[in-house]
């Protein structure tokens, strides 16, 4: 899942979303000079990507890309899946999306000085240029598709992978909401943060 997706299986607390995040940003941390609060949301992040990538669901939404760009559909599936949530954000809680954005941003800020350098740049830029705001429409996710694909190192196609939703966005949509409903309840009886 993306950001906006381990956010919101996260705790409300400036820890857990930092240790939900983290997870992108583990390489060269000692964990355990972390917190257990973090260390915790941290393993959650794993939980969720674990039970996403296993789940039927996930793999057939990947089995729709072009076989040239299969490989980066897991990237792309987490992208788009953060839209989804956002589009059908009322049908998983009662908190406003603008209230759950707002709530998000600025317990990320109280962790800012204490992430990892990257993990600083990234999360600032996504609370300054508020990313959520352009995953909410179709548009903004080409725009994060196309991104990524200028970071990747050696030349691909993954900026094509906006074709590859726009011609299954039905299906994906479908095996999105059969999917996120049963993370939620995986990550809300089985989550690490519930010990």
Do not use: C
Not at 72 to 87: E, G, M, N, Q
């Amino acid at each position: 899942m993306n950001y906006l997706a381990h956010l919101f299986l996260a705790r409300p607390t400036a820890d857990s979303q930092f240790g939900n995040l983290l997870g992108d940003f583990r390489r060269g941390v000692d964990i355990k000079e972390l917190g257990q609060a973090v260390q915790l949301g941290l393993k959650n992040h794993y939980e969720v990507d674990r039970f996403t990538d296993s789940h039927t669901s996930v793999l057939a939404a990947k089995a729709l890309f072009h076989k040239s760009r299969r490989r980066f559909a897991p990237v792309a599936l987490d992208i788009y899946f953060d839209h989804l949530l956002i589009k059908h954000w009322a049908s998983f809680t009662a908190q406003g999306f603008d209230d759950f954005r707002e709530q998000s941003f600025a317990l990320l800020e109280q962790r800012l000085p204490t992430m990892p350098r990257t993990m600083q740049h990234s999360v600032g830029h996504m609370i300054t240029h508020d990313w959520f705001e352009d995953y909410a429409k179709e548009e903004g996710i080409a725009k994060a598709i196309a991104v990524v694909a200028k970071r990747i190192r050696f030349p691909n196609t993954f900026h094509l992978a906006v074709d590859d939703i726009n011609a299954n966005r039905d299906e994906i949509e479908a095996r999105f909401l059969t999917f996120f409903p049963e993370l939620i309840t995986h990550i809300k009886i089985n989550g690490p943060e519930n010990i």
